[in-house]
């Protein structure tokens, strides 16, 4: 999946949002969140972002590979443990950050 990254804290430009077409892309508090079992690695997002905040999961350099977990955990462990749902189910989002977003 595509990852978003440090640079979107406090600017959530929201293009993405729109360019996302499966909708996989959540806003959290202070930066936006990309479900890791929805995303369909179209890319389309990456194209879109004014601060180059986003990124495929296998083309991280090396210092933001630790947002890979980010994105996945805000979610919860519905989708960090087995079975995770999909569809209405894993539409749940939080204006609660992940911890790590939190105290930047
Ligand atoms: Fe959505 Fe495509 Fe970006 Fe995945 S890569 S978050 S499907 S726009």
């Not at 430009?13 to 909708?23: E, I, N, Q």
């Not at 202070?30 to 890319?43: M, S």
Request: glycine share 8%; proline share 8%; charged share 25%.
């Amino acid at each position: 999946p595509f990852v978003i990254t440090d640079a979107c804290i406090d600017v959530k430009d929201r293009g993405c949002l729109d360019a996302c077409p499966v909708d996989c892309i959540y806003e959290g508090g202070r930066t936006l969140y990309i479900h890791p079992d929805e995303c369909i690695d179209c890319g389309l997002c990456e194209t879109v972002c004014p601060v180059a905040a986003i990124h495929a999961d296998d083309r991280l350099p090396e210092e933001l590979t630790m947002w890979v977990e980010v994105n996945r955990a805000y979610f919860g462990p519905e989708v960090t443990g087995l079975g995770s749902p999909r569809g209405a189910d894993a539409k749940t989002t939080r204006a609660v950050d992940h911890p790590v977003v939190a105290a930047w």
